[in-house]
């Protein structure tokens, strides 16, 4: 992996109404998902992490809160209004790496590049994150294909589902200049991917990555998660 000059932004404040409780909070070798995540964010050795939680969830707070704890450059961002969408709460990933600028932290005078996550891709590992970091483009993405489960359908075929559109999205790395260019059209769920598909060629890399495709919405893919070890009880 290359020098360590970047932030990561950790998007973490969806309300996971289709699954019907915290994605967060979800186990994964025995602690909860956005710890798995946050360690994983760690070991790339950024100058600072943002996560961005829902207002009014003690329970992700309390995890975040002891991770501030020991880990100082992990910056709590509380999104008041997390039912907006994923637009907004990376607005304000990206306004909390500014206010760290404008602080006068030096650590912001040296990020030059930013990635930025989620929190249920549960098989995203290490290797796949350097491999982003490594990157040179403008925008180093992942590239993966959705996946479905039909819940009233318990079958292999309904279970493996996948609808043949690909995806090019989160994680990625992006220069922290162009990040913060485009945060003023970000709203809603109106996210990066549109502004990425617009840039030349030669500007955006995409590594691909099936095992990126598996992330958990609905308590079906939840099912098959915990049937694939993927996700604890």
Do not use: F
């Amino acid at each position: 992996m290359s020098a360590p000059n970047h932030a990561v932004i950790v998007l973490a404040s969806g309300l996971s109404q289709r699954l019907g409780q915290p994605k967060q909070l979800l186990n994964k070798n025995d602690e909860p998902l956005i710890s798995h995540m946050l360690k994983l964010a760690l070991t790339t050795k950024p100058k600072v992490i943002s996560v961005v939680i829902p207002k009014d969830n003690l329970l992700i707070a309390d995890v975040i809160a002891r991770w501030v704890t020991k880990e100082p450059k992990i910056k709590t961002v509380t999104n008041p209004n997390p039912e907006i969408g994923m637009g907004h709460s990376l607005y304000l990933g990206i306004e909390s790496l500014t206010q760290l600028a404008n602080s006068n932290d030096s650590r912001s005078d040296l990020i030059e590049r930013v990635l930025i996550m989620g929190v249920d891709q549960v098989l995203l590992d290490l290797a796949h994150l350097c491999q982003l970091l490594d990157g040179n483009s403008t925008v180093v993405a992942s590239g993966y294909g959705s996946w479905r489960l039909l819940d009233n359908d318990k079958s292999e075929k309904g279970l493996k589902e996948r609808p043949i559109n690909n995806i090019v999205g989160l994680p990625l790395v992006i220069d922290s200049a162009l990040l913060k260019q485009w945060q003023t059209t970000l709203g809603g769920d109106k996210g990066l991917r549109h502004l990425i598909r617009a840039l030349p060629p030669d500007q955006i890399k995409t590594i691909n990555n099936q095992q990126l495709s598996y992330d958990i919405d609905t308590p079906a893919q939840l099912n098959y998660a915990k049937a694939q070890d993927w996700i604890g009880d």
